[in-house]
């Protein structure tokens, strides 16, 4: 009998639903909220009211756009956290009210958890481009950046994780200093393609195991543009292409050298890629090109599934539906939140 999984993802400011049926992608409709633009930052309570008022027609229109009606509908899988509280309540409540409503099981899903199994959401029926077990996932997001190994769907380890900023809040803060709008690493990655990667050097962590740290990289950032913009105040705006390729250059040098030493030290010869920072051009190349020179298998998502998207969440639900990982329906969202 075939397993179909109605996924919702609403852990910051992506109101998301997806279907998939026996791991196959049929729908999945991302709401994006612009309300946090102006603000520099997502604005939790904004999100909790928009998420409020994207979600019923994002469910729906996943449900249309599959193809499908909710009689078919093995399952809701949501995310529990980690991620904002009262973004979470409300695709919590939603799926809870759900499946009461349609008596369907319900299955909560780390969001973590979620984009390492990204890399399994199918788009078709013979889409057969997935890692073997166990590989090594770098997760790095706005908030994340871990190393994990993988041994199965439902069995993650984490390695190292970062002691302060993630990755993706390196990019954000430095662009930021640079006067570029919320979220920066898009700009940064589009700015990075006309500059030169060695025209400024910043500072690289030395911190031990395979443990990640940003914070000396944004405070030499800082310090850097803070002295040249004493002796020229336009320093910013006349060197943004080579700032952009220098900073993004740091951090892609940095993620691969912890990379490098986990896949040394375990001999696993698959490595995936997941998270908002693996859109990354950059870090897609210099994945592929270490891939390459070493005999690696690299995966790398789709555009699409890098940031928050509830295809990954439902693509969870559907291994921990078979694994009859349930959850009641008195669960609570969780801001914090492993991998277990
Ligand atoms: O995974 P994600 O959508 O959100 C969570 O943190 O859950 O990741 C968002 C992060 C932001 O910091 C954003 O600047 C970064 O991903 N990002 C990028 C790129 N696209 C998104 N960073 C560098 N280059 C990109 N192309």
């Known amino acids: 009998m075939s ?5 919702i ?13 026996d ?41 249309k756009n599959a193809g499908i ?28 009210g759900f499946a009461l409503a349609h008596n369907l ?18 788009q ?20 994340n950046s871990q190393l ?5 769907p439902l069995d993650m380890e984490v390695v190292g994780t970062t002691i302060d900023d993630a990755a993706g809040e390196a990019f954000d803060k430095c662009g930021k200093v640079m006067g570029l709008p919320y979220p920066s690493g898009p700009i940064i990655d589009k700015m990075a393609k006309e500059g030169n990667p060695k025209a400024i050097s910043f500072a690289k962590p030395h911190i031990d ?16 543009i803070r002295d040249q913009r004493k002796l020229n105040p336009d320093y910013v705006e006349q060197n943004l292409p080579d700032l952009c390729a220098s900073l993004q250059s740091t951090v892609i040098d940095i993620l691969l050298y912890k990379l490098k030493k986990l896949v040394n030290d375990t001999g696993i010869k698959q490595v995936g890629v997941a998270g908002g920072v693996s859109a990354n051009s950059g870090l897609r190349q210099a994945l592929l090109d270490y891939g390459q020179t070493n005999g690696l298998k690299i995966f790398i998502p789709k555009l699409s599934f890098t940031t928050d998207n509830a295809a990954m969440i439902a693509t969870t639900g559907y291994y921990k539906y078979q694994a009859r990982q349930f959850t009641g329906y008195d669960v609570a969202p969780l801001a914090r939140m492993d991998i277990k």
């Open 3 to 7: 397993i179909t999984i109605l996924g």
């Open 9 to 21: 993802e609403s852990s910051c400011d992506d109101t998301s639903a997806a279907i998939i049926k």
């Open 23 to 63: 791991g196959v992608i049929l729908s999945n409709v991302i709401s994006s909220q612009k309300v946090h633009e102006q603000y520099g930052g997502v604005v939790p309570e904004l999100a909790s009211r928009a998420h409020q008022q994207n979600i019923i027609p994002t469910v729906d229109t996943a449900i």
């Open 69 to 96: 009606s909710i009689d078919d509908i093995s399952a809701v899988a949501f995310t529990r956290g980690p991620g904002l509280l009262g973004s979470l309540l409300v695709g919590t409540s939603f799926a809870k």
């Open 105 to 122: 099981p319900l299955i909560e899903v780390n969001h973590l958890q979620g984009h390492v199994l990204a890399l399994f959401a199918k």
């Open 124 to 143: 078709s029926t013979d889409d057969n481009n997935q890692p073997d077990f166990p590989f090594i996932c770098l997760l790095v997001s706005g908030g």
């Open 148 to 152: 994990i190994v993988v041994h199965s």
């Open 209 to 224: 195991g395979y443990n990640y740290s940003f914070s000396g990289l944004k405070t030499s950032f800082l310090y850097h």
